[in-house]
């Protein structure tokens, strides 16, 4: 018999081979604590069970036995069998069996990789259209939360937050002034230059300012304006209401008894409601605006005759389409702001995240919106 040490003058495990067999013994303490030793000492014996297929182990001697000390003994087991062989635990206590058992229980392979499907595969369609159904949820949810809120407002006008909402007021509104002026006034020169470029050709230069009234007075006005407000305001929302989520602000409101959609989101909401359609005036009379100079200095159109063109091309039913849409596509950016804000979770990533959604939600929104509009208003007459 040749018997080999393992763990030098505190003697782990040693092994010997007997008549083909290979027989360990175990001793002392098979905890985290001896892992070096133990590690080292396992790697040794299964080296040996390559040439001894048939392995016992006697754990008598074993006086401390934790997890990390079963699990070797499972690994061991594990890669004997793999190699063709068997390993044989004997002498070993019913608490340590147990744990022994515990650690064979647990399966360490590999889940297998899904068969590849069909690109828009039933599974993902169904997966999307409940995402979709989600997201409404959600939408429904805090509309609903923000009427309840509305309520308590109307009922209680001491309980609303004035100085909330008129700093909301100035952020949205009065500081977006500058931003909307300018890109709306692009727009305006831009859409009338390439009128009058096509137009010319068939002596249709009057016709474009008909085009350009009708354009951003009913289409063109509105949704640049949400557009622009959905890209800042509503990631600003979003952004606003997730850091306070992420540092738990919302939830200490709710445990002084606060009602975060009253606090918070109301004076948003209700704001972006009323300042959407002031901008979508403005940012329309600066496309218009825009549109007069191109007219002027690029076509040779006089301004008088621009003018009274316009007030013929453009009626009341015109300027009305445009303002009463506003309010509506307000409070939906509004909402899917908050609610998207509301969704943030602990990590930068997942606010990152959910500004974004924000943004494209309510710019889908917006147009989704849009086109309703144009329907009911062309049904109606207007």
Same mark, same amino acid.
């Given at each position: 018999?040749?018997?080999?040490?393992?763990?030098?003058?505190?003697?782990?495990?040693?092994?010997?081979?007997?008549?083909?067999?290979?027989? #360990? =013994?175990?001793?002392?303490?098979?905890?985290?604590?001896?892992? @070096?030793?133990?590690?080292?000492? %396992?790697?040794?014996?299964?080296?040996?069970?390559?040439?001894?297929?048939?392995?016992?182990?006697?754990? !008598?001697?074993? $006086?401390?036995?934790?997890?990390?000390?079963?699990?070797?003994?499972?690994?061991?087991?594990?890669?004997?069998?793999?190699?063709?062989?068997?390993?044989?635990?004997?002498?070993?206590?019913?608490?340590?069996? #147990?744990?022994?058992?515990?650690?064979? *229980?647990?399966?360490?392979?590999?889940?297998?990789?899904?068969?590849?499907?069909? @690109?828009?595969? %039933?599974?993902? $369609?169904?997966?999307?259209?409940?995402?979709?159904?989600?997201?409404?949820?959600?939408?429904?949810?805090?509309?609903?939360?923000?009427?309840?809120?509305?309520? =308590?407002?109307?009922?209680?006008? @001491?309980?609303?937050?004035?100085? !909330?909402?008129?700093?909301?007021?100035?952020?949205?509104?009065?500081?977006?002034?500058?931003?909307?002026?300018?890109?709306?006034?692009?727009?305006?020169?831009?859409?009338?230059?390439?009128?009058?470029?096509? &137009?010319?050709? &068939?002596? *249709?230069?009057?016709?474009?300012?008909?085009?350009?009234?009708?354009?951003?007075? @009913?289409?063109?006005?509105?949704?640049?304006?949400?557009?622009?407000?959905?890209?800042?305001?509503?990631?600003?929302?979003?952004?606003?209401?997730?850091?306070?989520?992420?540092?738990?602000?919302?939830?200490?409101?709710?445990?002084?008894?606060?009602?975060?959609?009253?606090?918070?989101?109301?004076?948003?909401?209700?704001?972006?409601?009323?300042?959407?359609?002031?901008? $979508?005036?403005?940012?329309?009379?600066?496309?218009?605006?825009?549109?007069?100079?191109?007219?002027?200095?690029?076509?040779?159109?006089?301004?008088?005759?621009?003018?009274?063109?316009?007030?013929?091309?453009?009626?009341?039913?015109?300027?009305?389409?445009?303002?009463?849409? *506003?309010?509506?596509?307000?409070?939906?950016?509004?909402?899917?702001?908050?609610?998207?804000?509301?969704?943030?979770?602990?990590? *930068?990533? !997942?606010?990152?995240?959910?500004?974004? $959604?924000?943004?494209?939600?309510?710019? &889908?929104?917006?147009?989704?919106?849009?086109?309703?509009?144009?329907?009911?208003?062309?049904?109606?007459?207007?």
């Amino acid at each position: 018999m040749a018997a080999a040490d393992l763990a030098g003058s505190d003697t782990l495990l040693t092994f010997a081979v007997s008549r083909g067999r290979l027989l #360990a =013994r175990a001793r002392g303490d098979w905890t985290c604590q001896n892992a @070096r030793e133990l590690e080292a000492g %396992l790697a040794r014996l299964a080296h040996a069970s390559r040439q001894s297929p048939r392995v016992s182990i006697d754990m !008598s001697g074993v $006086t401390a036995f934790d997890t990390f000390g079963a699990w070797l003994v499972e690994r061991l087991r594990r890669d004997i069998a793999a190699a063709g062989g068997k390993l044989a635990v004997a002498g070993i206590s019913a608490v340590n069996r #147990a744990l022994l058992d515990e650690m064979a *229980a647990v399966s360490h392979r590999e889940p297998p990789a899904p068969p590849a499907g069909p @690109r828009f595969a %039933l599974p993902d $369609t169904v997966g999307a259209l409940a995402a979709l159904r989600g997201d409404a949820a959600a939408f429904l949810v805090m509309a609903g939360a923000l009427v309840e809120a509305s309520a =308590r407002a109307i009922r209680r006008p @001491r309980s609303f937050r004035l100085t !909330s909402t008129v700093h909301q007021f100035d952020r949205v509104a009065w500081q977006a002034v500058p931003i909307i002026l300018m890109i709306t006034f692009l727009i305006g020169a831009i859409i009338a230059q390439q009128g009058f470029f096509q &137009f010319r050709r &068939f002596g *249709a230069d009057l016709y474009v300012v008909n085009m350009i009234g009708f354009l951003i007075m @009913r289409e063109i006005g509105v949704l640049l304006v949400a557009i622009m407000v959905a890209g800042r305001t509503g990631s600003s929302y979003t952004a606003e209401l997730g850091s306070m989520k992420m540092r738990e602000e919302i939830d200490a409101l709710k445990t002084m008894g606060f009602d975060p959609v009253e606090i918070l989101i109301l004076p948003r909401v209700l704001v972006i409601v009323l300042a959407l359609p002031a901008l $979508t005036f403005i940012g329309s009379m600066a496309a218009l605006f825009g549109a007069g100079l191109v007219a002027v200095f690029y076509a040779g159109m006089s301004p008088d005759l621009y003018i009274s063109q316009l007030r013929e091309a453009i009626s009341l039913d015109h300027f009305k389409v445009g303002l009463i849409k *506003a309010p509506f596509i307000g409070a939906v950016i509004g909402i899917i702001a908050c609610a998207e804000g509301l969704k943030v979770r602990g990590s *930068a990533a !997942s606010l990152g995240e959910h500004t974004t $959604t924000s943004v494209v939600k309510s710019i &889908f929104m917006i147009i989704v919106l849009d086109g309703l509009f144009a329907l009911f208003f062309s049904g109606i007459g207007m």
